[in-house]
């Protein structure tokens, strides 16, 4: 724990004074009316008053964000934040009551509200001109009510053999190659899903990359280009080479070549089930969501984008704000 033995891990005082230059670069924000370094302190330690006459109401850094009215501590609060973000596999909520003193109940409620900080809204499109979209799909988890296939009822065998409840949870991501990752939990992943997906969450200057599978034969129509590798044939990359009308040093026309694969889509399904079968082991399929938005969000903000554990944990701390969660709101 010697990377934690900062000021704002171990001492109330300094993770207020934090959080406050991360939520407030511009001076106080009041919740109430939204005027901006127009307060007041009051005589209680991180508590101001609005000084706008049709307003005066009272607030604190933590009101409107995922940490308000909780009785944790606020250094515990900004310690939570800093390993979620910081362990690649993620960090259980056994591992954390132990780790800050907490018990299981509260470091459970702190972890859901964590990752409802790490999930994104509001995206642009991803990819664009000259950019590459890998798109996949995998299935992880035992759903509670087991999937029965019409043909299997039509077949009067309504129920299936063996293991009925192997991993069904269906899961879509987009990953932008060198870029960002986008994961959706969908009920199935069908053709009609998938598209709308692909549709609505990809530019369409972009080039598609995916496997063999027919959930994506319509995606040519619509995106600059469409290229696809064959798993069933063992072939997991292929090279294309285009030449352009740019000429080399010495004359001769530029071949630019393309690497066509879904490597980089798969690799991110292999850090996220390594993490989820190794440390967290259990997840209900209402909250998958959100382990999905925690997973995103620190690839997304990785170090080969030049983010390091400090920004990162910043960055979720700020997208905490207007994101409120009870107890009887954690899906």
């Known amino acids: 724990m010697t990377a934690y033995t900062e000021p704002r891990f171990c001492n109330d005082q300094a993770a207020r004074e934090y959080l406050e230059r991360t939520l407030w670069p511009d001076g106080t924000v009041c919740p109430h009316c939204g005027v901006v370094a127009h307060s007041y302190p009051t005589k209680r330690a991180g508590v101001y008053r609005c000084a706008e006459a049709k307003c005066r109401k009272d607030f604190t850094v933590t009101m409107k964000t995922v940490m308000e009215r909780s009785h944790i501590a606020l250094h515990k609060w900004v310690l939570a934040f800093a390993l979620y973000t910081a362990s690649k596999k993620g960090f259980s909520a056994h591992q954390l009551h132990r780790t800050i003193g907490v018990t299981y109940r509260s470091a459970w409620f702190m972890a859901h509200r964590i990752r409802e900080s790490m999930r994104d809204g509001g995206l642009e499109p991803m990819g664009g001109e000259g950019k590459i979209v890998e798109a996949d799909e995998t299935y992880f988890g035992k759903p509670e009510v087991a999937h029965v296939s019409k043909r299997r009822v039509a077949d009067g065998r309504p129920y299936i053999k063996g293991n009925k409840l192997r ?165």
């Open 167 to 331: 991993n069904s949870r269906a899961i879509v991501s987009l990953v932008e190659r060198g870029g960002n990752v986008r994961s959706f939990h969908v009920a199935v992943a069908d053709k009609e899903t998938v598209n709308a997906i692909v549709n609505e969450n990809i530019a369409r200057e972009s080039q598609i990359h995916t496997d063999e599978s027919q959930l994506y034969n319509d995606v040519a129509d619509t995106f600059f280009a469409h290229e696809t590798v064959k798993h069933t044939a063992k072939e997991y990359v292929r090279y294309w080479n285009e030449v352009t009308d740019q000429l080399r040093s010495d004359g001769r026309p530029l071949v630019v070549t393309t690497t066509i694969t879904t490597n980089t889509v798969e690799g991110y399904f292999s850090i996220f089930k390594r993490g989820m079968r190794g440390v967290y082991q259990h997840c209900k399929e209402k909250h998958l969501h959100r382990y999905l938005a925690e997973y995103d969000f620190r690839y997304n903000h990785r170090i080969a984008l030049k983010c390091n554990d400090g920004d990162r944990a910043t960055l979720a701390v700020k997208n905490a704000a207007g994101k409120r969660l009870t107890y009887r709101g954690t899906h």
